[in-house]
């Protein structure tokens, strides 16, 4: 982070990884990017994050391909956080930052709300829609640029902060550009939850972080920020929206951090050996998986994957699951369909292509979503067909939940 020195100690090591969402035409295969995935914890500000941090425009660039309102979900639950910032905050001045195809930023008007969103092909959706729109990514030298004598009230950012390697730039960059009694509110994928998941397929490289709270609080009270609301999400396989303001803003702490805060400290996510356990539970569960498909495979019947997601991107390279194993992965997304998932190289269709009747088994790669695929999916339920899933354990299922800590 920065330039401040860190003590970070290394804890997993999910081997050598492809950019998650760079889908690959048939044919192209030779110019793909891979680096080594390490994750660490630094010992001062308990902050996880992967050793060696991508660069960013390696995964974010005019080809991506990650669409928020490609689920129903998604579009639902920042209808209803949007309606509920504007009712409790009453902002003037609103900000995204990584605003994707402008799900949450279409419920506020036009005037006086504005986009920063560095992929090129969904920063022309809010353009399009008539919002004043940045294509860049989020910097001090783009807050500089952008602020006007009227700075924001609210400052929103979901599944994005983590995105972000340098947090000590991005905090002061927020800091500069809130209003005195403004809010920030981000949400990301949590760290406890993720741990008590067993989900380390959470860890990919636009997942350069995983926040706890408390590494939170710590890294963003350097920034001159403090936290006085924290709620649990269930999307993104649980998630953390922080609250936060400038140090001794109007708002109250309402002690929701306090408990967070407390609940934290008795799951250990200070200490490096709650992380060394995980890693351990992370290879067990890599064997389990390899040998539940092999089984399955050779008691001749057919497996696909459910969701070309960043997620099943980590799991099959780090498991070392290629197409000899997963026929092929069926996803919504357009931009993904006829391309060859990243580093293992297994073939993406349309749902209507490869969700039929012939499919025994399909990977829960967007385990998530569960409940919306089971209500889409009964008719393969009912058929007696099995969906298979490595959260929190490795096993098979037909739509009962998953887990719910
Ligand atoms: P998500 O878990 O948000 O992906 P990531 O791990 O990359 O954050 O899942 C979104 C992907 O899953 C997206 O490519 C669309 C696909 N998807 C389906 O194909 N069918 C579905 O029913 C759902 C909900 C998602």
């Known amino acids: 982070m920065g330039t401040t020195a860190r003590r970070v100690e290394k804890f997993l090591d999910l081997g050598k990884q492809p950019i998650a969402n760079a889908f690959v035409s048939p044919g192209k295969c030779q110019d793909e990017y891979f680096y080594d995935l390490e994750v660490g914890l630094d010992t001062e500000t308990k902050l996880v994050s992967h050793m060696n941090c991508v660069d960013p425009p390696l995964m974010f660039n005019?080809?991506?391909?990650y669409y928020t309102s490609g689920s129903k979900t998604m579009v639902q639950h920042f209808?209803?956080?949007?309606?509920?910032?504007k009712e409790?905050?009453?902002p003037r001045r609103v900000l995204e930052i990584g605003s994707n195809d402008?799900?949450?930023l279409k419920n506020f008007p036009l005037e006086n709300t504005v986009a920063v969103e560095p992929c090129g092909n969904f920063a022309n959706y809010t353009r399009e829609m008539g919002y004043e729109t940045h294509t860049e990514f989020w910097t001090q030298d783009l807050a500089v640029k952008i602020a006007t004598a009227d700075r924001f009230d609210l400052i929103y950012s979901a599944n994005c902060m983590c995105h972000i390697p340098d947090l000590e730039d991005t905090f002061s960059a927020i800091y500069y550009s809130l209003s005195d009694k403004g809010v920030f509110v981000f949400e990301d994928p949590s760290l406890a939850e993720m741990l008590e998941r067993n989900s380390y397929d959470q860890i990919y490289d636009e997942h350069a972080h995983i926040f706890s709270v408390t590494?939170?609080?710590n890294v963003l009270e350097k920034a001159g920020l403090e936290i006085f609301s924290v709620d649990k999400t269930q999307v993104h396989g649980g998630s953390n929206r922080v609250y936060v303001q400038k140090k001794g803003g109007p708002q109250y702490e309402d002690g929701s951090l306090e408990i967070e805060l407390e609940q934290e400290k008795l799951a250990k996510l200070d200490k490096v050996t709650t992380y060394k356990k995980f890693a351990k539970r992370v290879e067990k569960s890599k064997i389990a998986l390899v040998e539940l498909l092999h089984d399955i495979k050779d008691g001749g019947n057919k497996i696909i994957s459910y969701g070309a997601t960043s997620k099943s991107t980590s799991v099959f390279n780090y498991c070392e699951i290629g197409p000899d194993l997963i026929d092929y992965i069926t996803d919504t997304t357009p931009d993904k369909q006829g391309k060859l998932s990243p580093g293992v190289h297994i073939p993406v269709v349309s749902p209507e292509e490869g969700f039929d009747d012939s499919v025994d088994y399909a990977f829960l790669g967007a385990w998530n979503y569960l409940e919306e695929i089971t209500k889409k999916e009964s008719d393969f339920i009912r058929r007696g067909g099995q969906f298979i899933t490595h959260v929190p354990e490795v096993?098979?299922?037909r739509g009962e939940p998953i887990c719910q800590p």
């Open 62 to 65: 005019d080809s991506y391909v």
């Open 79 to 85: 209808k209803d956080i949007a309606g509920y910032l």
């Open 88 to 90: 409790k905050f009453q």
């Open 102 to 104: 402008g799900t949450f």
């Open 215 to 217: 590494a939170l609080k």
């Open 395 to 397: 096993r098979t299922l």
